[in-house]
């Protein structure tokens, strides 16, 4: 049977990893920047200094914190059996949430995005079997920021049944965002007991946990709806220059953060983000290609699972601003270990570059990257059909196996088939077509999603709920 496991840690790293990050929260402790979090943590039993707004933890607390944290969740679309499943094992991709630059999928300047840009974005991401979770990949600039995630959210569940997430604003817009969802659940309590969402926390390394995201956080928590807690640690910028002392600061960033949740709303559902990156010491600039950034992928899935815990890797993302051959290696690279380690999130699909903006095409080609990697990622079985030695012996030198019921049999679960946007033509027929590249034949994939007839519309009288939530979040927030 395939036995797929990518180790690069020994449970000893693993354990010294984990005693340096209780050394950090026990002694240099985190910066939390919100006034009632504190208060809370406070009375829950955290040391707490109100002047630095340092609140350091001990290993108790982190131990009692990872033992009621909520281990395993599914998350639901508008259509119910939409789903993306943590702790299950299983591979889900998620498109960007939002960036603020835009490339057309047919070339020209990068631009600012509008709100047609993501309503185009949750089409080709409702069409796309590997994406899991719709992001709304952009955030347009002719929607006012105060009720940006409003209306993304209710234009991604409008153009696709599968989970959807935007980014959140405020903790203000968010009570809007989560009405939208319980209202496809099926009331507030319904979606207690079935997510539609999750939250995301990002700590600010070195070790701060930010005020907007707690707030954002707190209402996410009011509904029940399950908490990612990702920092974006830097090697030798926001974070030591050495991998095992970045994963040690990194992995007490999360810790802090899944000790605060549990405090605030204990058996809340978590998954661990790893997703640290490097600072390029020749530019200054984040790197999302770097090969560190694929063994660091693995050493995080390594370390949440260790936990128990689902987890989110940043892979499939490439410092390149066209889909060539650095793309392609930095891509499959940091994918293929990220899968091979066990992680139940990649993201984030669609991104051109270091978050220089999304592409519709890029899109497409991360969905054909992840069919590519689940083929590796599957393996094949060794028993005595597939040895095959009857076959062998009947076809004998000189035959084939073309016409044979044993490779009919076969073939389609043992090979992976790709579309057409993979090039395994020969070269005439390449040709003949046009010569065109992976880019060219990715943009025309769009093009006939988008020209194809779009997914059943809503029930109109949910579309006019969905509408008033929007217009009343205008009259409050604008």
């Known amino acids: 049977m395939p036995n797929l496991n990518l180790q690069l840690l020994s449970s000893q790293d693993i354990q010294a990893i984990h005693d340096t990050s209780l050394k950090i929260l026990r002694d240099v402790g985190m910066r939390i920047h919100h006034a009632g979090v504190i208060e809370r943590l406070a009375a829950a039993g955290a ?17 009692e914190a990872l033992e009621m944290t909520g281990k395993r969740f599914v998350v639901r679309g508008r259509d119910h059996e939409r789903v993306a499943r943590y702790g299950y094992g299983e591979v889900n991709l998620i498109s960007s949430p939002g960036q603020y630059g835009w490339f057309d999928h047919h070339g020209g300047p990068r631009r600012a995005p509008v709100l047609q840009d993501t309503i185009h974005a949750a089409r080709v991401g409702e069409a796309l079997s590997n994406v899991t979770i719709v992001g709304a990949m952009t955030a347009p600039v002719d929607v006012p920021d105060p009720i940006r995630d409003v209306v993304l959210t209710a234009e991604l569940v409008k153009h ?58 707190l209402e996410f928590l009011e509904y029940g709806q399950p908490v990612s807690i990702g920092p974006m640690s830097m090697v030798a910028g926001t974070g030591p220059a050495t991998l095992a002392g970045n994963l040690a600061q990194e992995n007490a960033e999360i810790l802090g953060g899944i000790v605060t949740v549990q405090m605030l709303a204990p058996g809340t559902p978590v998954v661990y ?182 997914p059943p519309p809503l029930d109109p009288a949910l579309e006019g709920e969905i509408e008033r939530i929007v217009e009343a979040a205008k009259r409050e927030l604008l």
């Open 47 to 63: 040391f707490v200094d109100p002047y630095t707004m340092i609140v350091r933890f001990s290993e108790e607390q982190v131990a």
């Open 160 to 217: 696709t049944a599968k989970p959807t997430r935007a980014w959140p604003v405020s903790r203000r817009s968010s009570r809007y965002v989560l009405e939208i969802y319980a209202l496809l659940a099926g009331g507030r309590e319904a979606m207690r007991q079935t997510p539609m969402t999750d939250t995301f926390l990002e700590p600010i390394s070195p070790l701060q946990l930010p005020e907007t995201g707690l707030d954002v956080m």
């Open 273 to 454: 983000g790893g997703i640290p990156h490097i600072l390029d010491p020749r530019t200054s600039i984040c790197s999302f290609g770097s090969p560190e950034q694929g063994l660091m992928a693995v050493a995080m899935a390594q370390i949440g699972k260790s936990y128990g815990l689902p987890v989110y890797v940043n892979v499939n993302l490439t410092d390149a601003k066209t889909l060539d051959a650095q793309a392609g290696m930095e891509k499959i690279g940091s994918l293929l270990l990220g899968m091979l380690a066990g992680a139940d999130l990649m993201g984030h699909a669609g991104i051109l570059g270091t978050d220089h903006g999304g592409s519709l095409s890029w899109l497409v080609a991360d969905h054909e990257a992840v069919a590519f990697a689940r083929r590796i990622l599957r393996g094949f079985d060794v028993n005595e059909d597939t040895l095959a030695y009857p076959v062998i012996a009947g076809v004998g030198p000189g035959g084939n196996y073309l016409s044979l019921e044993h490779t009919v049999r076969n073939f389609r679960k043992e090979l992976w088939i790709p579309g057409r946007l993979w090039e395994r033509d020969s070269y005439d027929a390449w040709t003949e077509r046009g010569s065109l590249t992976m880019e060219q034949r990715a943009a025309a994939r769009v093009d006939q999603i988008l020209a194809s007839p779009p």
